[in-house]
């Protein structure tokens, strides 16, 4: 039990409880928050109208056909910046160690909480207990040695679960998941792995280090120690965000401009969603490009107004690449983000906007979904907005 000091904590079906909490009788239905215009997405549903397939990232068309007798509602942003701001305080009450991750996770490192409020378990339950109380919401926690355990295990036995790994359980906990579920385990490396047999973690124990370090350098190093439930990161609490990015790897490498565009803004809407979550917008925007040859560019811009929104990422970042000739050689790797970051102040309304920019973008979205039929492009803005 000496060695459970961190606590993975993440609500559950954030948005879609709140909206159950707000209208009871909406409890124990098929809760779907996001857009609710043609071309929206999921942003979640209640574990009611998961049992039907919907899921977070979802385009709402597809849902509707999936569940028809869902409840669907637009996402209210504030609403639940609210809620969040309350489970924190909830849990920064616990240890200043709060280390938060989104709008409705954190880790906390409890190491030295005991004699104020008892074991890693107790002190487990008294959060759950007191988000309960004061939220009327649930919330599934981990307890682990580490970061990584923790957080698994949070996710373990949603909703309203609370998964305890200790030194003796992490093998069998781990044996069995699905190699994907392991960070910094994406498509592309799933697909190499793939190719040794790999899908599970236990596959990955007969492998020393070296032999993984050789195959697939510092990444390989990694899996190797994930996969034997080694992690050393410290909980860090002031950890102010400095940037906000997402980069992506391709099974191969490619020179289509067009798919290469429709990841960009699959990737735009990540990082515009991370920054909503944490009410951060930025002053620049950065792109990197990796060409088969692993070299590798970087490429900054900083407009005159911060920016939050997939759009104005999006187009920053194209602009980037466009205006340096950077979609000449087959691409491995790109990657989006957003650094400088402030706080996201009240939206002002913006008597200038031109109404002909969202047009010309929502012919752009509708071309790139005709070509490629990519089920996450969609409008993350349209999440905040509906
Ligand atoms: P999650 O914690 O990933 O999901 P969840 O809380 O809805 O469900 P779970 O019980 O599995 O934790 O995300 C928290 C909230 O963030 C979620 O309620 C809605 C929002 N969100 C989006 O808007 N878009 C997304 O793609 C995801 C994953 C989440
Ligand atoms: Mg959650």
Redesign the pocket.
């Known amino acids: 039990m000496k060695n459970l000091q961190i606590l993975h904590a993440?609500?559950?079906?954030?948005?879609?409880s709140v909206e159950q909490r707000e209208n009871p009788e909406l409890k124990g239905k098929p809760v779907i928050?996001?857009g609710v215009s043609r071309r929206g997405v999921v942003?979640?549903a209640s574990y009611e109208a998961r049992k039907f397939g919907v899921h977070?990232?979802m385009p709402v068309a597809q849902a509707r056909k999936l569940c028809p007798q869902g409840i669907y509602l637009p996402?209210r942003h504030q609403l639940y910046q609210q809620v969040s701001r309350e489970i924190f305080s909830i849990l920064d009450k616990y240890t200043p160690l709060v280390e938060k991750l989104?709008?409705?996770?954190a880790f906390l490192d409890i190491k030295g909480c005991e004699r104020l409020y008892g074991n890693p378990v107790k002190i487990a339950k008294l959060i759950k207990a007191d988000v309960k109380q004061q939220t009327e919401l649930t919330i599934?926690i981990g307890l682990s040695i580490n970061k990584f355990l923790a957080k698994l295990a949070s996710d373990y036995d949603?909703?309203d679960g609370l998964t305890i790994v200790n030194a003796n359980s992490v093998k069998s906990f781990l044996a069995d998941l699905d190699i994907k579920k392991i960070w910094g385990v994406g498509d592309a490396f799933a697909a190499q792995l793939a190719q040794l047999n790999i899908f599970k973690v236990r596959d990955v124990w007969p492998y020393s280090q070296e032999e993984l370090r050789n195959r697939f350098g510092k990444a390989g190093s990694k899996l190797f120690l994930l996969c034997r439930g080694i992690d050393q990161r410290q909980v860090s609490p002031g950890s102010e965000i400095k940037s906000v990015s997402h980069e992506e790897t391709f099974a191969e490498n490619l020179l289509d401009k067009d798919k290469l565009l429709a990841y960009l803004f699959k990737m735009s809407e990540k990082v515009s969603?991370r920054l909503h979550?944490n009410s951060l917008k930025g002053k620049t925007v950065f792109i990197k490009i990796r060409y088969a040859d692993f070299s590798t560019l970087n490429r900054q811009i900083s407009p005159a107004d911060p920016v939050a929104s997939a759009e104005k990422i999006y187009y920053l970042a194209k602009e980037l690449l466009e205006s340096n000739e950077l979609f000449s050689h087959p691409v491995r790797l790109l990657g989006v983000g957003v650094a400088n970051l402030t706080a996201q102040k009240q939206q002002q309304l913006n008597l200038f906007t031109k109404p002909d920019q969202n047009n010309k973008l929502d012919e752009t979205i509708d071309e790139l979904k005709r070509k490629y039929g990519f089920e996450k492009i969609s409008r993350a803005r349209k999440?905040y907005l509906d």
């Open positions: 993440d609500m559950d079906a954030f948005f879609s928050v996001g942003a979640t977070s990232a996402s989104s709008i409705d996770e599934s949603k909703p969603f979550s999440l």
